[in-house]
């Protein structure tokens, strides 16, 4: 009897084997953020002139978004460009004027101190020629300001102000979104 029980192993229930899919659901709480979001503000103040975008709109990077009046600051522009040109002749009848105290000088007609005086005030020309660069390229930058860009690519958010807005330095203008990826925190 023993030898006919290890010959016949006792009957057990079979199933095959089944490769299926399955989804496990969980709940968790969690804030959905864009790759990169930002506010889009006015850095200078002024009246908003035109609004390029509707809201909800993809936009490029580099592509206008808002413009603010220019007039003051292409006033301002052409005022820092004539101050630079005032600078520039004053140079050059100051750099004359040291050229022919050299010559006097060199004649002993009058003393290397007027010699000093002269380039001393070539000195001061150099000085307001390099003040009056700088001013003219703060004026350059103020102008570009009055047109708003967007600073890459994404989507424009809720546009609160309309056309003729006063804006402060700062005023939001919008925000912009970019959704190439978006995170779940």
């Known amino acids: 009897k023993q030898n006919e029980t290890l010959e016949q192993p006792p009957p057990a229930p079979v199933a095959d084997v089944v490769a299926l899919d399955t989804l496990i659901h969980q709940d968790y709480v969690a804030n959905i953020q864009a790759f990169r979001n930002v506010e889009v503000r006015s850095r200078l103040t002024g009246f908003l002139e035109k609004i390029y975008v509707d809201e909800g709109s993809e936009v490029q990077q580099g592509q206008p978004l808002f413009k603010l009046n220019d007039t003051e600051h292409l006033s301002e522009v052409a005022r820092a460009e004539a101050v630079l040109e005032n600078a ?93 990826k978006i995170y779940a925190y």
């Open 88 to 180: 520039i002749a004053d140079r050059k009848t100051i750099n004359l004027e040291v050229q022919r105290t050299k010559l006097l000088v060199d004649k002993d007609i009058v003393s290397s101190t007027d010699l000093e005086v002269a380039e001393a005030r070539l000195s001061a020309a150099d000085a307001r020629i390099k003040e009056a660069e700088a001013q003219l390229q703060y004026a350059k930058t103020q102008l570009v300001y009055t047109t708003i860009r967007a600073p890459f690519s994404g989507k424009i958010d809720r546009i609160p102000l309309k056309e003729g807005s006063l804006l402060e330095e700062g005023t939001l203008l919008t925000s912009i979104s970019d959704l190439s």
